[in-house]
């Protein structure tokens, strides 16, 4: 059976818009305090963040961009700014790299720089996109200082560990892998494992 919920490794605190909560009928301009706790994965559609209201109220399969950190935040990014590719299938895994976790970031957004910290990673699997070495992304979810909620894949962020990482001045320019990496291949010598058999020892 598909998966497509999973929780949030560490809910957080934030604010819905509340026209999101009104379908986009009224509530412009006004916020509700809520905790967020719960993510969902449709195929083609942006990421579902579940969220408790503080009247108690549970809502489900918000966009990143109807949760704010400050109703008096700074930039009203776009969804498409905040979630640069859509959900690949129903199955994933939500994850908090212990590395990276809370770690400052620079989110290159569509033609700008946002600063922010690593909240999570949601990473997709068992589609058509994840399987393939140059589509194949995971999600990282980043509070960004101006206020919004963002999913970026890792092309689009610097971590800054003050003890390791070294800026530079431009944007790295990799490129991305298009190698499937196989370990057990036709052409090889032999396909048996003569190291360890019944006619050897250790």
Known sequence: MSIHIADIPKPFY???????????QKGFGEFTACMAYGLSA???R??????????????????VHAITFAPENI?????????????????FSTHVYGALEEMPVKAYMKGSWEVGR????AAPYGDHFSSAPDQ?????????????LAAL???????????????????PSY?????????ENIEDDSPFDSVISPHNSL
């Open 14 to 24: 934030c604010y819905v818009r509340n026209e999101f909560l009104y379908d986009q």
């Open 42 to 44: 449709l195929p083609g």
């Open 46 to 63: 942006a990421w579902g963040i579940s969220l408790m209201l503080n009247n108690g109220a549970l809502v489900q399969h918000v966009p």
């Open 75 to 91: 930039h009203n990014h776009p969804l498409d700014h905040l979630q640069i590719w859509s959900c690949y299938g129903w199955e």
């Open 118 to 121: 690593y909240l999570f990673t």
């Open 136 to 148: 194949h992304k995971h999600f990282n979810f980043i509070h960004l200082e101006c206020g919004a």
């Open 153 to 171: 894949p890792g092309n689009r962020m610097l971590v800054f560990d003050s003890s390791f990482v070294e800026f530079e001045r431009e944007r």
């Open 175 to 183: 490129t991305t892998n298009t190698h499937y990496w196989y370990v």
